[in-house]
């Protein structure tokens, strides 16, 4: 996700070395280009690294203040035209921008209407034709830019972290923040802003964390912060005595947890501006330009590796069930040497987290080779895969740091189901049906926080289970690719030996396993398969297995049955998966933990397989 640097101090003129040093330490959160701009030196822009903007900055880019940016593209290509700071008409309002605004068409074509020019295709750049256009319309005088700032952050809708300079007053900052985090750093003679503590944390440690609906401004030796409506806050400083390692972790003490507890949001920013609940459809940008073509699609085959991979076996299911596509779903490293079958009417579809696995990657290729459509879901914006697909859905799940995959495998599925509203609209499926799914799916996050407020109580269960040494991990129907997940989970970061297995599979072999020493962990919503799963669960008890259920809220008969439940709010089977898939992830996050391992990063494994 996009991070925000900002200062202003006076300690000579070294703000651009200043800023370009936060960014490296903004780097952990993904991006795709820099940029930097100092009222007294101008702008420099890069697609890339922080490392290609420094080699594009001239020796005399000096001053005393200024803002930066590292940008993850959600409008528009990661270029040098589209990476932040954008400007307003006259090149002297300046912002940097974390988060969608929502209503910057319908602005945009009121500004463009009143003769501003606009240069990129980013929704971001609406901030500062605002800015210019009320700042023009305002008597001038001390406080007009801060006025006309305000004005225009009471026009915008959307998430927001932003940092907004004006040339004419270059010691001056404002900051605001809707929904994407802004820190305050304060020191001496030097302030700062920024979307983390990390790159403020080498100066000082004094912060002040805004809320929604804040905006601040700052200058080398003060600081203001008032409300939207133009009243003030009066806010204490935070001292922060954590590292700026402990800084990107929001707190959390691993990046595991964090990436788990970010469900809600991540889910939210997946479907973010893709639902039209009303008449039940998605609109999915990046499949626009092959619409027509999918139209025509006659099969799908899923490729992708490791948690893309049982992301990919819900999708069969959702894509079978609601949009009536026959779907395979192949292991990337398997599907290149098998010879497939392909014709103009098979789509490859990749799903990546980071759209660089090689064996995913080369499944694309040789779709490609074979006459078939290939599409992406990608978390990564302009990785490998995501530009060799001919289209694709991107996640929009900002950086994932923890290799163990959580908040993807979440947002995959929510892009599954997207795709599924998405080719099943396109064929058979009813308002009706497609209403109901955009609801439901609308209604996940909420269901989502509600279930993480369990995570107490999952760390004491994984406690109780974690001198096992084996698991077996159960699940049917939709929920049979969650078991798989859940084993994988366990074992890469515990190294216990897990299984994944269909609950109806079990009899034919797995159920030897089964003593006192092997526990389950059973994935029975109530759904088609209920009744099944809880003749599977009878067949362990009998063999003295012992049980944890992740169960649909208010099911009591099945706690009378197994030895300990997790409870899970209701929702549509198709979506069963994105709750059901968390109370997993949180188990074996509290296992591995309990155990003393590294969480983040398992021993022997890689957060990107750039390798066959
Ligand atoms: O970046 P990708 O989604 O293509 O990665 C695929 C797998 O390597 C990945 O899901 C891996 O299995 C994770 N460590 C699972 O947690």
Redesign the pocket.
Known sequence: MCGIFAYTGKKGKDAGGILLKGLLSLEYRGYDSAGIYLPESGSVKTPGAVAELRKKIPKNFKGESGIAHLRWATHGEPTEKNAHPHADCDGEIWVVHNGIIENFKELKARLVKSGHTFKSDSDTEVITHLVEDHLKKSAKGAKSFEKAALAALNEIRGTYGIALQYKNEPDKIIAARMGSPIVLGLGGDEHFIASDPSPILPHTRKVIFLEDGEVAVISPDKHRIFKLDATNVKRKATKIDWSAEDARKDGYEHFMLKEIMEGPEVIENTLRGRLIPAKGLAKLGGLESVAKQLEKIERIIIV??????YAGLVGEYMLEEHAGIPVEVEL?SEFRYRKPVLNERTAVLA???????LD?LEAVREGKRRGALTLGIV??VGST?ARETDAGVYNHAGPEIG????K??IS?LTALALLTMFLGRQRGMTAKEGKIIANELRALPAKLQKLLKQKESIDILAKKYSGSRDFLFLGRRYNLPVAFEGA??LK?ISYIHAEGCGAGEMKHGPIAMIDEKFPTMAIAPKDSMYQKMISNIHEIKARKGSVIAVATDGDKEIAKLVDDVIYVPETIDMLSPILNVVPLQLFAYYFAKEKGLNVDRPRN?A???TVE
Do not use: R
């Open positions: 992708a590796c490791g948690s893309a991979y990337g799903i990546s987290q980071s759209g660089e696995t995913t978390n990564s895969i290799v163990a995959s959580t993807a495998f995959q994988l989970k890469e494994l957060k990107s397989v």
